[in-house]
């Protein structure tokens, strides 16, 4: 059973950085793209950022633009998300995702065959 390990989660204030890893069991995924989703209180899984086979190419929701960087390590069989300028609305349970399907960017749920449980951020104000 593959699996995909999230950790680095934790409390920070507002204006602070965090770096989220994720580590599948398997080398599998060095074909294949990955992915970072967020899900707030209350409120539904959403994309945040998604990082291609290679690592060049990557894709961010607008909210995360320029304050997350997304990377990862085929080497190392590692994926990151380096959070910085943190906001309390930045505040969600964060799940990484590996795609078996393609090796470009995407922000669609139904790609990602394969999730974490997930590591929770609070950003206090």
């Known amino acids: 059973q593959v699996q995909l390990v999230e950790s680095g989660g934790g409390l920070v204030q507002a204006g602070g950085s965090l770096r989220l890893s994720c580590a599948p069991s398997?080398?599998?995924?060095?074909?294949?793209?990955m992915g970072w989703f967020r899900q707030a209180p209350g409120e539904e899984v959403a994309f945040v950022a998604s990082?291609?086979?290679?690592?060049?190419?990557?894709r961010y929701t607008d909210s995360v633009k320029g304050r997350f960087t997304i990377s990862r390590d085929n080497a190392k069989n590692i994926m990151y998300l380096q959070m910085n300028n943190l906001k309390p609305e930045d505040t969600a349970v964060y799940y990484c995702a590996a795609s078996t399907v393609t090796g470009v960017p995407t922000e669609a749920r139904s790609w990602y065959a394969y999730w974490g449980r997930g590591t929770q951020v609070t950003v206090s104000s």
């Open positions: 398997e080398r599998i995924f060095d074909s294949y793209s």
């Open positions: 990082i291609g086979w290679s690592g060049e190419h990557t």
